[in-house]
């Protein structure tokens, strides 16, 4: 790394500040299972001072090569800067246990594959980190591996979106954000931008019409230039470009027209991250605090990682605990009422449930989710259960399956960051599961 | 700040890491009062985006210029890398309340001062952002101020050693560290520095005679050889220093003999957090966490600053509530037990309280604290109520009064650096308040 170029090492240091589910990586080699690349036993950051080898860095990138990634999902406050989503001084609310243990056993099979698989060993090929089911509300499943535990905070990635998503949409079915209105209208700053002439149901639902590449074997993708501004390490000195969040997403031009089709575009839920403070009054992560964290009975405060100017990363800066998330997934699941309080308003959950527009999916070529939608920034399979998901890159999940009264949430470190390379792997086994609940109620 | 070489820019960016109690600012001007000077009022980092000039960065160093130090104070992790103190995920205990409304009304006389001043004259005197006070454990007076309240952390500065040193002394305790034998002998790396021939019961004291000045007016002083060491910024490309705590305290040199006097050097408890991490296997913020934060039933997480390669700043690092550090002060007044249980053992504190050499201490130079001794990293009054106290940078202090049965911790954002220029209008208050405790128990 440390011949790249200042304003390269600036963006790869920065790179899972912009990583979003859509991403196009290529192994070149089969890479390290599971079981060979568990940070816990490759011992990185052991010791007082770790031996120079086993020493994850944020400067030089390395802390988001595989393997060390699969600690660093569990480290990022350690890498950079953050602020906290706060759960607030009350008493957690306890999660209910009733274990089942017919899960580990579960069969299905794999997208594409003949043979079958157990749910256990699908742990190992999704490289899981932590993973939670909840049925009723009720945990019946719970498992960490690696270097994340009960008490950690991992990365969520472009889980983010959706919580982002969730918010929007009760901005609006509360009657604070008109989906009607064009983007310029909460932020004139991105007038002149792509966004400006975008209306915020396009936000919501990423079907804007943007000159933003995500891949990332291209070095003039737009996506490193989103990254260095975004990056809290200092520029270099002949850097000129964008220095913050808000800066970049002033630069963003058209390319196509709005609303013809989906695009899964990071800069999408930075925009609404920036209509959301502007529509509150909060920055995303005091609201998110405020108005569903601490309501929640959290156990865990989340956090989320922010730009030099203090600016949370809505495209992807959420870590949180693993039976948070679940929480926050429950809630949906019950049409936004949890903990003897309706947190959310029933027609944000709807609206999300119902889905986006099937059509305007199919444009956006993914070929394992045929059939499905975006609606909010999540993603909706209009399968048998009316189940929806959150995806975040390298395996990040919240799974709610309505039908079977099932939330599961999975944190994962692959060594790819698409969930092209997981989903035949997840998928299948989720609704597997939540045929097993539904049939087998305990 | 853009015109000073990279080194002193890394160094100033950091140089909060290396703060000391015994830093000797001065002031050219008179600074702002703490009304004019308050950091609600004068709405830093308000806006998405912030106006900008009313953003502070960690990058250009100032974060840590006053008056935006009164809010960078109160959010150290939105600025840098930190670790978690973890609370753990248990219910907070609660801390009693019984407030009291003679406390603001309570008059002293400054050091030096003719005329007397109320107590609450006093937080505006001393830029007070938090305070509290507890009598026989229960909450008689708390206080916020500006950006902090009741749910954040604020930067405890140098009160950070004291808690270190807390942690030292309950290892002595416990038999786990011999305070006779040599550092060296639990940190082998340490050999050939000026440590290496100290012993631990020196470092604790701080009796160890080491070439190392905190006298930030002098860009030679070692201070900011130790800053940039520590900063978790990238290093410039022609910096050929150390690159973390445990690597720059190997290039300390001494400077007459240990054992002979008393020298505050913010080294020491560095040094320290490198012995504990050995003796105990964990890094301090997990010790910490596990064994004192966790049993306190805190109701926050706390956190420290890390460098680059994820150190803890054990000289000045932590950052907490300021109902914590309460928390953390009443087990030390109750002799290590604390919430049902003996968190440190009584011998520990026994050693804190009994203080150290009192003619080693007169050889430090504070002409406002004569009489007094430090032990254990705690500063000791040997008042007639047996006062101890821990004291950080710009105001911070917990101030144990067992006669009194009170504990106060206070937080504060004072111009300068020094506690020498708040002494005047913080010692004698304290000191008047629990003579007014003891007198008027309610």
New interface residues.
């Given amino acids: 790394m440390k011949t790249l170029p200042p304003i390269r090492r600036l963006a790869l240091a920065a790179a899972c500040l912009a990583l979003a589910a859509g991403a196009h990586a290529a192994e070149t080699t089969a890479p390290l299972s599971a079981a060979a690349s568990d940070p816990a036993a490759l011992q990185w950051?052991v010791g007082?001072?770790?031996p120079a080898d086993k020493?994850?860095?944020?400067?030089d990138g390395s802390y988001f090569n595989f393997p060390q990634l699969r600690w660093s999902v569990s480290?990022f406050?350690?890498?950079?800067?953050?602020?906290?989503v706060?759960r607030?001084?009350?008493?957690?609310v306890p999660l209910p246990r009733a274990l089942r243990n017919d899960i580990d056993s579960l069969r299905f099979t794999p997208l594409g594959a003949k043979e079958t698989m157990t749910w256990e060993q699908s742990l190992g090929a999704n490289y899981t980190d932590g993973i939670v089911v909840l049925h009723r509300g009720r945990i019946v499943y719970e498992r960490y591996f690696g270097v994340l535990k009960?008490?950690g905070q991992h990365g969520a990635m472009s889980v983010t979106k959706s919580v982002m998503g969730t918010i929007g949409a009760a901005l609006v079915a509360e009657g604070k954000l008109d989906p009607g209105k064009k983007v310029a209208e909460y932020v004139p700053e991105l007038a002149k931008s792509a966004f400006g002439d975008a209306t915020v149901r396009q936000v919501l639902d990423m079907t804007t019409g943007l000159q933003f590449s995500e891949d990332y074997a291209d070095p003039k993708a737009e996506v490193w230039q989103h990254a260095a501004a975004g990056s809290?390490?200092?520029k270099p000195k002949d850097y000129t470009g964008p220095r913050?969040y808000?800066e970049y997403l002033q630069t963003v031009r058209h390319e196509g027209r709005h609303g013809e089709g989906f695009g899964y575009r990071t800069v999408n839920s930075d925009v609404l991250g920036?209509i959301i403070?502007?529509v509150t009054g909060q920055?995303v992560n005091e609201y998110l605090s405020e108005h569903v964290w601490q309501k929640l009975g959290a156990?865990?405060?989340a956090?989320m990682t922010?730009d030099?100017?203090?600016?949370p990363f809505a495209g992807g800066g959420l870590n949180a605990g693993l039976r948070d998330l679940a929480r926050f997934g429950e809630m949906l699941r019950n049409d936004g009422r949890y903990n003897g309080q309706q947190i959310l308003p029933k027609a944000a959950v709807d609206d999300i449930r119902r889905g986006g527009d099937k059509q305007l999916f199919a444009k956006g070529g993914y070929d394992l989710l045929k059939g499905w939608s975006y609606r909010d920034m999540w993603w909706v399979t209009h399968n048998e259960h009316g189940a929806y998901m959150a995806r975040g890159v390298y395996g990040q999940r919240i799974y709610i399956d309505p039908k079977a009264e099932m939330v599961i949430v999975r944190f994962a470190s692959t060594p790819t960051a698409a969930n092209a390379a997981n989903d035949p792997t997840t998928t299948p086994a989720f609704e597997a599961l939540g045929k097993l609940l539904l049939a087998k109620p305990q």
Same sequence: chains 1, 2.
Avoid at 88 to 92: F, I, R, S, T, W
Avoid at 308 to 311: H, K
């Fill in positions: 950051m007082a001072p770790p020493i994850i860095r944020f400067d480290h406050r350690q890498l950079m800067p953050t602020v906290a706060a607030g001084l009350k008493a957690p009960e008490g809290p390490l200092p913050s808000f920036w403070a502007r920055s156990e865990q405060d956090y922010v030099s100017t203090g600016t």
